[in-house]
């Protein structure tokens, strides 16, 4: 039994190669080693956090093998993608990275700032993380690079206290090699001349649009690296069938986190901003796409999709509009998107459009999410939100019940809002009125008028004492009295 458990360990050892292979996406550009706590900068690349750190430092900004060049000027963590190395690493029976310190951060920042031989660094890097990089024959025909982010890539640790390396060509595995299909489709996608860039993304855009299992081969990072820089180009037909290639690659569920760690949402937020018409449409349909995966929310937030979004609520394409406000609500779904958005004035834009009858069901559906926040009720109370639903109400304009439900919805999200939420309430007749909404209403509405009513039922000890027209005007007296301290 005991000679039987030696020769299995003997076996394990010697057989590296075996290890599930770690996928790149793991893997800090810049350290070279499995990250033990990612963070996404403002660019949508995923760094280790203190390789970040020492860039900034340092005042360095490397320049990544597909010409891209991250930007650092916000850093969030990815709890996200931590929590799936995590994941993985229990499942594949290995030990959780640990985070890199400061210091050998910066030596290895300081390191790659002053080589200007790529070859000699990669194999420096290697030696200092005991790492064997695995590349296809194709990347090993290149000059290799130290922080490459190829899909062809992937490291392969090996279990036990020091790891197996090798400088033999038989070690070196070949692992994704690229398909013939992706070289002919990268081949175009930069070429020089227009007609062929063209005649590139047409021909992606068709391949993408019914092929499930396409769409994820050819999202790659060499494709998506090519097509960022056709996305924001000045000829219309390149911009157009690009992005609209990017949404078809968006709707495998696969590609959506993948896509947003390319570094492409800056590109998409651009064309959103001063884009073709037809090209805005499609951006928008991408961040709604994107927008699907919880992992993506706050990152889509960060890099600043939040104030053209809304301005797109008000564009001349409906597509856009749509789209536009579908993609709010799931971001709105997030906490840090919610305050953003107070911030940047959502709430009257929105309450504007509600009274207007202008896409009521989905910008109710943001506002239900504002009033889940407390920067969001206070903005909605403060704006004159319980009128405008309790006028809704009254009046019973809605294009279908579901918009109605989504109108009660928001009202009780505001109706957690204590004696202010009360006050308002009182002066608008909302009891009365929702009283008779709740006799004609659907099994669900009536179920979220009796939520509402319980509350403005309830009987708090101070609540009978209280003045409703002081409480009403406090904010007008607060408002006076800042006016007279300035």
């Known amino acids: ?37 990612p963070v996404i900068v403002s660019s949508g690349h995923t760094f280790e956090r203190h390789c970040v750190h020492a860039c900034k430092s340092l005042s360095f900004t490397p320049v990544l093998p597909d010409g891209s060049i991250p930007d650092f000027s916000t850093v969030i963590p990815n ?45 420096d890097t290697a030696r200092f993380n005991g790492l064997r990089v695995i590349q296809s024959e194709t990347e090993l025909n290149r000059v290799p690079s130290h922080i490459s982010t190829s899909s062809e890539e992937s490291v392969t640790p090996r279990s036990g206290p020091t790891y197996y390396s090798s400088s033999s060509a038989s070690d070196v595995e070949t692992l994704n090699p690229n398909s013939i299909e992706e070289d002919e489709l990268l ?62 690659l968006s709707l495998e569920n696969r590609n959506k986190v993948k896509i947003l760690r390319s570094g492409i949402v800056p590109s998409l937020i651009d064309v959103l901003k001063s884009g073709f018409q037809e090209s805005q449409e499609h951006v928008a349909g991408a961040l709604f796409s994107l927008a699907l995966d919880d992992q ?57 459009m509600v009274k207007t009858g202008h896409m009521m069901g989905r910008i109710l559906l943001i506002l239900c999410n ?19 639903f309790v006028c809704m109400l009254r009046k019973g304009e809605f294009d279908s019940e579901s918009t109605r439900e989504n109108c009660l919805a928001a009202l009780y999200g505001l109706s957690h809002g204590g004696l202010r939420f009360k006050g308002l309430a009182k002066e608008a007749a909302a009891e009365e009125l929702l009283i008779q909404v709740e006799e004609m209403g659907s099994e669900r509405t009536r179920d979220k008028v009796r939520k509402i009513l319980e509350v403005l039922r309830q009987k708090d000890e101070e609540d009978e004492e209280v003045d409703w027209e002081k409480l009403l005007n406090s904010d007008d007296d607060i408002s006076q009295a800042r006016i007279s301290s300035s």
Not at 93 to 122: C, G, M, S
Not at 205 to 216: D, G, I, N, S, V
Not at 328 to 351: I, W
Not at 370 to 388: H, P, Q, Y
């Open 1 to 37: 039994m005991g000679t039987s458990k030696q020769r299995w360990r003997i076996s394990f050892h010697k057989s590296p190669s075996k290890q599930p292979p770690i996928p790149i996406e793991f893997v800090c550009p810049i350290s070279g080693s499995l990250m033990a706590d």
């Open 79 to 123: 709890l996200a993608l931590k929590s799936t190395i995590l994941n993985f690493c229990r499942s594949s029976f290995l030990d959780p990275p640990k985070p890199i310190n400061f210091l050998t951060a910066e030596n290895l920042v300081f390191t790659l700032k002053a080589t200007r031989n790529p070859q000699k660094l990669a194999k």
């Open 187 to 248: 081949v175009k996608l930069k070429s020089s001349q227009i007609s062929e860039q063209e005649e590139a993304v047409i021909s992606f855009r068709k391949l993408t649009r019914t092929r499930e299992e396409t769409r994820f081969q050819l999202c790659t990072p060499r494709i998506l690296s090519a097509l960022r820089v056709l996305i924001t180009s000045r000829y219309v037909s390149v911009q157009v069938n690009s992005v609209a290639a990017l949404v078809n």
């Open 296 to 352: 993506n929310k706050t990152a889509i937030g960060v890099l600043g999709a939040l104030p053209p979004l809304l301005h797109a609520l008000r564009s001349e394409s409906e597509r856009t509009r749509h789209d536009s406000a579908l993609a709010l609500y799931h971001l709105s779904l997030v906490q840090s998107n919610r305050a953003k958005l107070v911030k940047l004035g959502a709430v009257q834009t929105l309450l504007g």
């Open 370 to 388: 504002l009033a889940a926040s407390s920067e969001g009720k206070a903005a909605m109370l403060d704006g004159g939100a319980v009128e405008c």
